[in-house]
């Protein structure tokens, strides 16, 4: 990655581990409900994409699928294909809205878009496997557990986000 | 992020979310509503099990009479639970046990797949309607 600064390279690092952490470490909590899952992992990759821009992101979730794929021994599996394929989706949805929309989206927004288009994604993908399942039997439960988890990450990343900014530029001090 | 928050401007959500993510939550929110409404109130209790694998079918069984059924899968054998209530995954070999938690289907067109065992249970009416309005392959 040409043009980079040691800070950035060092934050995406830093990114990519807290990625495959959190996903790893989610993981093993127990989940509600099936298809249910809040997607912490997701929450680095968000932040990279704010911060660092589309290919950064890509990276730092290519880093969590591998790596959180060879520590939790998914790798290769059924699910591994699918949360490959639906983590991927999402970020390319979020990239190009955010490019589109320019600005008209928060974090939150964005986060929210991601998280929906993981949940469609990934039922697409596990009808390859199972030849079909009723798509529209997980329809609604998909939808809302995507506008919670979704608004729950963008606003954490959100928050991260404008820690980073603040730290990078530390705003003035107050006059007076 | 270009331009700059004042502190603890963030913490006023209705600050941060702008109109096309209200638009957007709304529209998602109509989206779950509609089609959980489409799913309870357009479709009926089913009268019979389907159980497929790989798209075949592996066994029918009637919402009757309680009764467990063990069926060979990919990883090796679940244990399918029927009664007048509906059917469900009794156990399973499935590393996650997804299928299992899912619990109790009763409708028509109500699946539960089981994807590393590559097995499926779905809820149908006593002619073999899934009532599904369509189903893509």
């Known amino acids: 990655m040409k043009g980079m600064s040691a800070r950035e390279v060092a934050r995406i690092g830093l990114l990519s581990s807290a990625a495959v952490i959190l996903f790893v470490l989610e993981g093993l909590a127990p989940r509600p409900l099936p298809w249910m899952k809040l997607g912490l992992g997701n929450l680095p990759v968000l932040v990279t994409l704010l911060i660092h821009g589309v290919g950064a992101a890509f990276g730092v979730s290519g880093v969590k699928l591998l790596l959180g794929g060879l520590l939790s021994g998914s790798l290769g599996g059924p699910a591994f294909v699918i949360g490959a394929g639906a983590g991927w989706a999402s970020l390319l949805v979020m990239a190009v809205s955010r490019r589109v929309a320019g600005g008209r989206f928060s974090p939150i927004g964005l986060s929210i878009l991601g998280a929906s288009t993981h949940q469609l994604a990934q039922l697409l993908i596990a009808q390859f496997y199972v030849g079909h399942i009723g798509l529209l039997s997980l329809l609604p439960l998909s939808l809302l557990s995507g506008l919670f988890s979704g608004g729950l990450i963008g606003l954490l990343g959100f928050w991260i986000c404008k820690k980073i900014e603040m730290e990078e530029y530390p705003p003035k001090e107050p006059r007076g | ?137």
Do not use: Y
């Open chain 2, 1 to 137: 992020m270009t331009g700059r928050l004042a502190p603890g401007e963030m913490a006023r959500l209705w600050q941060v979310l702008t109109r096309a993510d209200l638009v957007l939550i709304c529209l998602l929110g109509l989206g779950t509503a509609g089609s959980f409404l489409h799913q309870q109130l357009g479709s009926q209790v089913g009268a019979e099990v389907v159980v497929e694998m790989d798209g075949e079918e592996k066994g029918r069984f009637p919402l009757g009479p309680p009764l467990k059924v063990s069926i060979e899968g990919g990883l090796g054998i679940s244990e399918v639970e029927i009664g007048p209530g509906g059917a469900r995954f009794f156990s399973a070999p499935c590393p996650h046990g997804i299928c299992v938690r899912q619990g109790w289907v009763r409708r028509q067109g109500e699946t539960v797949a089981c994807v590393p065992n590559r097995l499926i249970l779905r809820i149908v009416g006593s002619t073999g309607e899934t009532g599904m309005d369509a189903i893509s392959r």
